[in-house]
């Protein structure tokens, strides 16, 4: 028997809603990754027990267990010795509900996916990029746990590595959601012969790869500490270019990925590296005429780098307030989203907005 078309995969708007609100969570995930991270909440849970884990300490009792285990780790003997269990709880707590809504998120992935493939709606030959969606969540849980554990051990924080490690996965995990959602908001988009040789997808696979690199620096600037280095700008430590930024090790190669003091200067500097790429494909993009919905993306993209700097700049004079911080992680993510959008529209020529998006927003009809 043929699929009514008002549910197959390709046509059914409610595909759609859910590969969004996928990455609405992926987006709230990292942001509250960043909270946690700057109310160095991340380590207040020294255990990870997928099950047994969405339920908190119950009674006193559980409390002071909880409690002692994480008296036994670095950060509290190294930094905050003098918490009481009232403080512990509210870092408790933050990283509780992180990994609480990570939870939820899975289930909203898997629950609804195994659904559409019970029904038919997604065929199993169809299944394999969904799967890998849903396998990514799990993974991502997994990353999270390696992460944390880093800092378990004999240090008072995560390594810098692991955690961009793990910001970058999410960030993957987010492009592939977004372009499987753009897919079918696009409907049987036509791909472009041999657009690997077409001078619009080099710059913006330059752009993409500019900005998964000043991000990757974000995320050690996160994971060193290193915001704090500097409260000047564009001076550092009364300097265009300070001193001994490959002083801290023998190896220059490991100044470069792991000396606070070199990782900060990299990630402001290179934040003009993206901007001026992003203004010289805009101007290219005028003068060769680009499609419309391709230039809207990078006018978009050139808006965001304009924003970022500005945002990044806030967060070095005010020393890294909670606010602007994640307002500066946020819209890394925003910039992230326009340049997937970029790509697939030079690997796809639309030139329209979707008739798919006003299916979105329409009153279902009975029997929808």
């Known amino acids: 028997m043929d699929m009514d078309p008002r549910f197959s995969e390709e ?53 002071l267990a909880e409690f002692a285990k994480y008296q036994q780790t670095p950060e509290f003997l190294l930094i905050n010795k003098n918490m009481d269990l009232e403080g512990y709880k509210r870092i408790f707590y933050a990283e509780f509900i992180h990994r609480l809504i990570g939870r939820i998120a899975g289930l909203l992935v898997v629950v609804p996916l195994f659904y559409y493939i019970a029904r038919g709606i997604i065929p199993w030959r169809k299944s394999a990029l969904y799967l890998t969606i849903a396998a990514g969540f799990g993974f991502q849980g997994y990353l999270g746990w390696y992460m944390v554990s880093s800092g378990l051990v004999d240090r008072p924080s995560v390594s810098h590595y692991r955690l961009t490690m793990h910001l970058l996965t999410a960030l993957l995990l987010l492009g592939l959601t977004m372009w499987t959602a753009m897919k079918h908001m696009y409907r049987r988009p036509q791909k472009i012969a041999d657009y690997r040789q077409t001078s619009p997808y080099r710059y913006a696979v330059l752009l993409m790869s500019l900005l998964v690199i000043q991000i990757s620096y974000g995320g050690f600037v996160a994971g060193l500490d290193a915001g704090w280095v500097s409260n000047t700008f564009p001076l550092m430590h009364g300097r265009l270019i300070p ?33 001026f790429a992003a203004a010289a494909i805009y101007v290219i993009g005028k003068r060769r005429v680009y499609h419309q919905m391709l230039f809207k993306g990078i006018l978009l993209f050139l808006a965001l780098v304009a924003v970022q700097i500005t945002l990044g700049m806030s967060v070095v004079w005010f020393s890294v307030p909670i606010v602007l911080a994640l307002s500066h992680q946020a819209t890394a993510i925003l910039m992230f989203m326009t340049a997937t959008f970029i790509i697939y529209h030079v690997v796809h020529r639309v030139e329209t907005v979707p008739a798919a998006l006003k299916k979105l927003t329409a009153v279902p009809q009975a029997g929808d």
Request: proline letters at 6%.
């Open 11 to 63: 046509n059914n708007p409610r595909i759609i809603r859910w590969l969004l609100v996928v990455c609405g969570l992926i987006i709230v995930m990292i942001v509250l990754g960043g909270y946690v991270r700057l109310t160095r909440a991340g380590l207040s849970i020294v255990e990870w027990n997928p099950i047994s884990g969405v339920i908190p300490p119950i009674g006193e009792e559980a409390w």
């Open 243 to 275: 001193g001994g930024l490959f002083a801290q090790f023998d190896n220059w190669l490991i100044n470069l990925v792991s000396s606070p003091l070199t990782v900060h200067f990299i990630h402001r500097w290179f934040a003009f590296v993206v901007l």
